[in-house]
């Protein structure tokens, strides 16, 4: 992950997303957020992370979700496990940690099934995963 001036850190954990409303308010906010900033550097909201356009990264400040075990368990269960995917699909990089094994699978299984052209790496023994 970059330092924050060339790009913006999006933290879910149960403190900012403790309910399931709260988390999907949060992750739509941040890609209202994005669609602004693309529309803003004259770009095609939400087509130019998913092509994989080189350009982005000067007209747009990348993306990076951390986000904690807890709100991945959220994430999945309900509804909000498609802004999720969509959120991280945009995004340069995804770090998931105190994550149980299991969820390390979903998290990579989502990607890999959804996502082209990009890498996955899980790492951890189950007590301190990423």
Not at 14 to 35: G, M, V, Y
Not at 68 to 77: N, R
Not at 101 to 128: F, H, S, Y
Request: proline share 3%; aromatic share 2%; with cysteine.
């Amino acid at each position: 992950i970059k330092p924050p001036e060339y790009m913006h850190r999006v933290v879910v954990n149960s403190r900012n997303a403790a309910s399931t409303d709260a988390l999907r308010q949060l992750l739509q906010n941040e890609l209202d957020k994005l669609d602004g900033d693309e529309r803003t550097a004259g770009l095609e909201p939400g087509l130019v992370m998913a092509v994989g356009a080189s350009g982005r990264a000067a007209a747009v400040k990348e993306r990076a979700l951390i986000i904690d075990g807890a709100s991945l368990i959220t994430a999945f269960a309900t509804d909000c496990r498609h802004l999720l995917l969509e959120f991280s699909r945009r995004c340069k990089a995804v770090v998931a940690c105190r994550v149980s094994p299991d969820q390390k699978r979903q998290m990579v299984t989502m990607i890999k099934e959804n996502v082209e052209g990009v890498r996955t790496l899980a790492i951890g023994d189950g007590a301190n995963d990423v």
